[in-house]
């Protein structure tokens, strides 16, 4: 039998040391000294690793795959296609391309040799672009025709550092693009591609249709030529995996490269208002790059697997013949089974916005996760339930940790004799963790434990989910971060040290209508979002052990403890950053004839909160906890050209495209000129409904868990995610208790002062020292500083 192959790194002059330290640039991968290897061994080591080559990229931004005998289109397919994530088609770029495989694999952009192609991200003229680019080099140029890369992330700090008012300007207001595409493709330039074949369109109805869908307006020239103008797009975002900025957008390689007959390149870009960019900044921009730039020369042969999100790619101008070779492709694969809803094939789909709820994810794995549960009360046995859905050729429930006797009592009853028989029952969690018997523990400990047993569960290198919030105040959340950082860098150092994926547990993404709601605004279908509005009106907290969730330095406050899910979903749906919180609210009704050993009940059961973003889109919370007997929420998201709403427990969305944008005249439009709402029922199997209170939203988590835990998939909801949505409840409850508005600064995390992490602006003067103390008190001991 032939051994399997074993790729090994190389160093290749040309790569850079990444300025944070966190990688080389481009990681170079090949064939160990001595050993041949063949594109069809390549094919297969790669369906073996892809979900480490997908983490090699992440790390890196970009991976180089040097020497393994790839000779033709179809073996570069074939390696394309075992990196198992979604196919893309390619629409609405301006590059004219030839297809060689169907659907996979093309040439790269065929404009002339003598025309550079300027830095940038592959379709982030787009609203959906693609998650990677591959190239492969089938032809080497006799001069130039390198591929340059950069990474985004060193783009974003320079951009920030350096041109700090017309960042920020070009983050609140995002960007268009404008360009004109041919009737018929221009082989002499490099966005000649026509609007036909930009939207696989033969009529001009039917590339309406996409433009429409993409949020993009449209001009017919009397030529046939197409003018169009993209919607608002991001320029600036926070990728949520690593948590850094990058400059993810076709600014520098509009403003300076879409030069042809129909286009001049600086018209080709304009600020989210239509107001013009800054020439002098985006020149500056482009002369960073250029400096900072990482040229190889490429071998035939060669593959470049690009995390589009983190790094950027150029073309040099090169001396024919030369051919490369281009595959874009989606985000990560999950097999998926259909439920009962009409559909009997197996579907496959990415979890990066939850899961549709008539679909459940069966993540590959060889062997099931062996999963231990930390915290035996109520979203204890919620998560014990949803596992037992899940099935035992997934995850198994190996071991349960509770101190409280009757909380265990209670889990192993729920379990039934049969599961049960097989669990371990630890009364301290630490003899759990430090035990052989689990793979991941799901920690459901009060809100105040949890910085306690993170401290112990991180160094295990156990698989982690851990319920929101994260943790009561800021400080502990930062704490967290530096523990999962210490961890990796014992794991670079030495690679026999375990260390786990890290989850933070918010469910609400994963209920069935918000999950519908998340994926028809990532669309763009009806355009950049500017509101949002969430509200949930429920019953009064339910009783705890020793009642923790009835005081603020327990659960941190109302607005973290129960809220911190809502400020995650804004965070989520907007794509944004909040910078500034304001909020009001208090003890109306609960809890006020209570009385414990600790006191009286100091927690809010009703809060409006209102939140500014760094895009300019706005969002509201209205939460009341004495309003029903039930739990509702309703999540409304309105967009340039139209809403979407999402109810729970009913289970509807709701999505109203409008017909008349502007120019409406004196009187509201007629009933036939008005828009006709789509409401959309997604009924919660019963089998999900009854084993918790989430809508079976904690069941799809749990699949979103065990994908990252077997490397289907990304963490969806980082430690990062879990922290910021803190940050956002603890300054909203420091906004009720000062009257004043919070702002939020919120970069990754600062080594310097890590615990500060906003400014805040008093509404009134003369704020004492003591509310000042008291304030800290509230946040965890982060540090404010007070505008009096």
Request: proline residues 6%.
């Amino acid at each position: 039998m032939t051994p399997a192959i074993e790729l090994v790194a190389r160093s290749i002059p040309e790569q850079k040391q990444l300025e944070d330290g966190s990688g080389v640039l481009p990681l170079t991968l090949g064939p160990s000294a001595g050993r041949s290897v063949t594109a069809d061994e390549l094919a297969k080591w790669t369906a073996d690793n892809e979900a480490r080559l997908r983490s090699l990229a992440l790390q890196h931004g970009a991976v180089l795959i040097r020497g393994c005998g790839i000779n033709t289109p179809e073996d570069f397919g074939a390696v394309s296609g075992a990196l198992q994530c979604q196919p893309y088609d390619y629409v609405g770029g301006a590059a004219p391309r030839t297809e060689l495989v169907k659907g996979l694999v093309f040439t790269s952009n065929e404009s002339p040799p003598d025309q550079p192609i300027p830095f940038h991200h592959e379709l982030a003229q787009s609203p959906t672009p693609p998650a990677y680019i591959l190239f492969s080099c089938a032809v080497e140029a006799q001069e130039g025709g390198a591929t340059p890369i950069i990474h985004s992330a060193e783009v974003a700090t320079f951009f920030e550092k350096n041109f700090p008012d017309f960042a920020r300007k070009v983050e609140a207001l995002g960007v268009r693009y404008v360009r004109v595409m041919p009737e018929v493709t221009d082989p002499t330039s490099a966005q000649g591609r026509s609007w036909k074949e930009t939207y696989n369109a033969g009529t001009r109805e039917e590339a309406e249709a996409v433009m429409r869908k993409q949020g993009t307006s449209w001009e017919w020239l009397p030529n046939g030529d197409c003018k169009t103008t993209t919607a608002v797009l991001p320029a600036l975002k926070t990728d949520p995996r690593t948590g850094k900025r990058v400059f993810f957008n076709s600014m520098i390689a509009a403003f300076t490269g879409w030069n042809d007959a129909r286009n001049v390149g600086e018209n080709a870009v304009v600020l989210g208002d239509g107001s013009p960019v800054d020439k002098e900044v985006l020149l500056a921009v482009a002369k960073f790059m250029e400096e900072r730039r990482v040229v190889f020369r490429w071998k035939k042969g060669d593959i470049l697997l690009v995390d589009n999100t983190l790094v950027m790619h150029a073309r040099e101008t090169f001396v024919p013949p030369r051919r490369v070779l281009a595959s874009l492709r989606g985000t990560p694969l999950v097999v998926v089974e259909a439920l009962e809803v009409g559909c009997s094939s197996p579907l496959s789909i990415a979890t990066t916005t939850g899961l549709d709820p008539s679909t459940r994810a069966v993540p590959a794995t060889k062997k099931p996760v062996r999963v231990g549960v930390i915290g035996t009360g109520a979203m204890g046995k919620e998560h014990i339930r949803n596992l037992a859905l899940i099935g035992e050729g997934l995850a198994t429930i190996a071991a349960i940790a509770d101190p409280d006797p009757n909380a265990r009592m209670e889990a192993v009853a729920d379990m039934g004799a049969e599961r049960s028989a097989d669990c371990l029952v630890f009364e301290d969690y630490r003899e759990m963790l430090w035990s052989n018997t689990v793979d991941a523990v799901i920690i459901c400990t009060p809100n105040f434990q949890h910085i306690e047993v993170l401290r112990d569960a991180i160094p295990s290198g156990k698989h982690i989910l851990c319920e929101k919030p994260l943790c009561s105040n800021v400080e502990d959340c930062l704490e967290v971060e530096r523990l999962l950082e210490a961890q990796s860098s014992r794991k670079r150092a030495d690679s026999s040290v375990k260390k786990g994926i890290f989850m933070t547990g918010m469910e609400y993404r994963w209920m069935p209508p918000i999950s519908r709601l998340i994926q028809e605004t990532d669309s763009g279908n009806l355009g950049q979002l500017h509101t949002l509005v969430i509200r949930e009106h429920r019953f009064p907290f339910l009783t705890k052990v020793a009642n923790w969730n009835r005081f603020n330095r327990y659960t941190g406050g109302t607005l973290v403890e129960k809220a911190c899910h809502f400020f995650d979903l804004m965070r989520r749906i907007v794509h944004s950053e909040p910078v500034s919180v304001y909020a009001t609210g208090g003890q109306a009704m609960n809890h006020k004839d209570e009385i414990y050993g600790d006191g009286e009940p100091d927690i809010l059961d009703h809060a409006f909160v209102t939140v500014t973003f760094a895009n300019g889109a706005k969002a509201m919370l209205d939460l009341c906890m004495f309003a029903e007997d039930e739990q509702t929420e309703t999540v409304t998201a309105v967009c340039e050209l139209g809403k979407v709403e999402a109810k729970a427990p009913e289970s509807t969305v709701r999505v109203l495209r409008r017909r008349s944008i502007s120019r409406l005249g004196r009187v509201p439009p007629p009933p036939d000129r008005r828009g006709v709402p789509e409401v959309v029922t997604l009924p919660v199997p019963e089998d999900l409904a009854k084993a918790g209170f989430h809508e079976g939203a904690t069941f799809f988590e749990l699949q979103s868990f065990f994908a990252a835990a077997t490397g289907a998939s990304l963490v969806p909801v980082s430690a990062r995610d879990g922290r910021i949505a803190v940050m956002m409840g603890a300054a909203a409850q420091e906004s009720i208790l000062n009257k004043c508005v919070v702002h939020l600064d919120v970069p990754g995390m600062d080594r310097n002062n890590a615990a500060r992490v906003w400014e805040l602006e008093a509404s009134a003067t003369g704020l004492a020292a003591q509310a000042e103390e008291e304030a800290a008190a509230v946040l965890g001991g982060a540090k404010l500083r007070s505008k009096l």
